[in-house]
């Protein structure tokens, strides 16, 4: 995993490509480079060796012909089945999966992302033709940035390098009005800055001439359709070995991995199917946060759970005295709002592995999107947060033109059951999508790559279409998912009860950092969004009556903080 970074035009100089990469090179702090033609494409790097160590691995890489250049961000977890198609037409100088996929490439053409396992964000400069082809995964866990003018292309996989190559800071007032109004964080090619967009998971794009053009490669729907008729002799069998190759996948590498472990059913799943990986497990690290506070923490169930296990456990803590100071940081970093106190608590993790020299992570997110695992999914509501009674929005303190400016976000429904489409919006539209990018951000900051074996395209695709009470059995949600762990789990294993929070969020807003919460919001009082008395009435309201909602006081200090 890396950061990569482009300009394609007259605006294209090795000056303008490198300070992009300063901007970014949390991401990659083993080895930067570029390549460059003037006032016409450069291309730049900032390398995380995970595969084949050595320099012959650095990029921007060239292929043998001479005529292709690549950056890419990411894994091809199947690079060693791929690689061995393609040794009998390609001279292979690396160990590298950045050469496979560069091959792919020249050898398959666009078709190559469909043989693709992995996660990806990459980009090729076609000398030749002057083109520029770019395309992200699936489900889009990479990132891919960019902006337009007449005189450039200019793509990053973050949102500060395109501002420090010129591109102006405004407000998207379209995706901030719903995201206040209903929690959106936008559609998949949206962002919050006027001009800056995303290359949505599973599309690609070519730039040539000055036209962009951006077309769609992965169809989720259809492979969907056609699973759903498709059953195997022993259901709970392929989905294990499913599962059990997905972890497999995602062990290789070059350098030390660990993993993410909190006390639920999917990082107990996730532990299990480790451990019945054949590798020295005594080099496999665990981490997992606490606030010190016992309603939220998990450490005695992720203990128990690594009882006669070798896996050496790292705990990494987080006080509300920290919060200020970290959030700050981090909506400076993420340039987007993000998911509060709980994302904080998580970078610890990656803080620590970065101190202990962990490059890699494991953890267990799309199980709940591939299983139905929400509480929302059984109680018919069109909700996408957990736990929820009434509407944690609080659009009084709106300007009313700002809050009913545009129209509500609307989700695309493909399928004819209601439970898949929830899932579908999910996976494609709000849960997932936020969730990569948060976690995104958050591990590349301490240059630690994260990867998630439940979302695996192959697996991800299987459990989708299987049938509801696959998923949801007499009110027991996660169903087929929970009779596999029993298998795989130590028989008196006792799992911490589900809860839609994770940390004490509410009571630090509200008491520990009341005062500092006070003087991020005042910040509002003078943007012409909001109206300072319902913003003052609302602040009251929540540090004297009612806390159990907080998340509209984060998506107050996440504006204060970006704007």
Not at 202 to 218: D, E, P, T, V
Request: glycine share 4%.
């Amino acid at each position: 995993m890396c950061g990569i970074a482009g300009i394609v035009g007259r605006k294209a100089n090795r000056s303008k490509v490198l300070t992009m990469l300063e901007t970014q090179k949390h991401r990659g702090p083993d080895f930067t480079d570029y390549y460059c033609e003037e006032n016409k494409i450069a291309l730049g790097h900032n390398r995380l060796s995970i595969i084949d160590l050595s320099s012959n691995a650095n990029q921007p890489f060239t292929s043998n012909c001479g005529n292709y250049v690549v950056v890419f961000n990411g894994e091809i977890y199947n690079y060693i089945e791929l690689r061995k198609e393609l040794e009998k037409n390609y001279l292979f100088k690396t160990q590298s999966d950045t050469e496979v996929l560069l091959n792919a490439y020249i050898k398959w053409g666009e078709s190559c992302l469909d043989k693709f396992n992995g996660m990806f964000s990459f980009a090729i400069w076609n000398k030749k033709e002057q083109h520029l082809f770019a395309a992200r995964d699936r489900f889009g866990v990479k990132p891919f940035y960019y902006s337009i003018d007449h005189d450039a292309f200019t793509f990053a996989s973050e949102i500060n390098p395109l501002f420090s190559a010129g591109v102006p800071k405004i407000p998207n007032d379209k995706v901030w009005s719903n995201y206040f109004t209903e929690g959106s964080y936008g559609l998949p090619s949206d962002t919050f800055w006027k001009n800056i967009h995303q290359l949505p998971g599973g599309h690609s794009l070519q730039f040539k001439n000055n036209a962009l053009q951006i077309k769609r490669w992965y169809f989720f729907e259809n492979q969907i359709l056609k699973l759903q008729s498709q059953f195997q002799e022993n259901e709970e069998e392929y989905i294990t070995n499913l599962l059990l190759r997905a972890i497999n996948f995602r062990f290789r590498a070059d350098v030390p991995i660990g993993f993410n472990l909190s006390g639920g059913l999917d990082s107990s799943s996730l532990l299990a199917l480790i451990d019945k990986q054949d590798i020295d497990k005594r080099g496999v690290e665990v981490f997992t946060f606490i606030t010190n506070d016992d309603r939220y923490d998990e450490l005695i169930w992720v203990k128990s759970m690594l009882e006669n296990k070798p896996f050496p456990l790292n705990v990494c803590p987080i006080a509300a005295s920290e919060i200020p100071a970290l959030s700050l940081k981090m909506a400076q970093h993420q340039m987007e709002p993000y998911g509060g106190v709980p994302t904080l608590a998580y970078s610890k993790i990656f803080q620590k592995a970065q101190q202990k020299g962990v490059k890699v992570l494991l953890d267990g997110q799309g199980a709940d999107e591939a299983w139905a695992g929400y509480d929302y999914y059984t109680n018919n509501s069109q909700n996408n947060i957990q736990g929820i009674r009434n509407s944690p929005f609080k659009i009084n303190v709106l300007n009313s033109d700002f809050a009913n400016s545009y129209p509500k976000t609307s989700y695309p429904k493909p399928f004819e059951d209601e439970l898949l489409n929830l899932q579908y919006r999910d996976l494609f539209y709000t849960k997932i999508p936020r969730a990569l990018r948060f976690n995104d951000r958050v591990s590349m900051l301490y240059g630690t790559e994260l990867r998630e074996p439940f979302l695996d395209y192959q697996l991800m695709e299987y459990v989708f279409s299987r049938p509801t009470e696959y998923k949801i059995k007499e009110g027991i949600q996660k169903k087929m998912f929970r009779n596999i762990a029993q298998k795989l789990l130590q028989k008196d294993l006792v799992l911490a009860p589900k809860r839609p929070l994770q940390t004490p969020q509410r009571e630090w807003l509200s008491m520990d950092l009341k005062d500092w919460v006070r003087a991020e919001v005042e910040i509002l009082y003078h943007n012409n969004w909001f109206n300072k008395k319902e913003l003052e009435s609302e602040l009251d309201l929540f540090f004297n009556v009612n806390n159990q909602s907080s998340f509209h006081i984060w998506q107050w200090i996440n504006a204060s903080q970006l704007l």
